[in-house]
């Protein structure tokens, strides 16, 4: 089975539709998301609707929680709350509640657990950036693979014998114990690399391959704008930052 992981999408829809123009072109057999489909971009809307379609799984991001009135927003910045409230206004209902009732973490049939932020404690949405915040979610991580988000930086930690990080775009399962993947953001990458990123996992080679897709920046861009929003918004898109 082909896995395809999405993250931090943050209702950018040209990054999206890049990403899944990129995925149609090979074989998947399943599409899986761990957080944050909206925030920060120009068509919440569009993206919660595509992922709602294609995605069976989709684990909570602080993000999604915070529009959907479920997570406080002191716990944002200016900027992201901003947004939190604009992306509200320009989703239905049944969005809204599809987004309140997403699950913090989620096992896919004994493969591979999901969750946005950490496994040792999923609410609390911390960041998992150091191999120390790697080394509590090992302790705690049943299943040998889990995919995060969060940081919107690829990286993969893995251990075998001791923990240690790479950033290679390939991994061999096979050869380690257990590792903890974030696939990077399709919508707002932060490794000053501005195409998308995404992952997939190819559970028969046991390989997961990360892959960057470069998408209309400045399309996306001119529409953060366009809706009012921040205009820091639309400049980090252009540096990947
Ligand atoms: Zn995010």
Redesign the pocket.
Known sequence: MRIAILA?I?SNLEALEAVLGALSKTRIDRYVCVG?VV?YGADPAPCVAKVRELCDVVVA?N?DWAVAGKLSLEFFNSYAREAIGWTRSQLSPPDVAWLRELPLQHDIEGLATLVHSTVHNPAAFDYLLTSYDAHLSMAVLELPLCFV??S?IPITFMEKGGLGFTFSDTIDLSKIDKAIINPG?IG?PRDENPAASYAIYDTAKRRVTLHRIAYDVAAASRKIEKAGLPKVLADRLHVGK
């Open positions: 931090d943050h944050d925030g991001g993000h988000g969060h919107h953001s707002q």
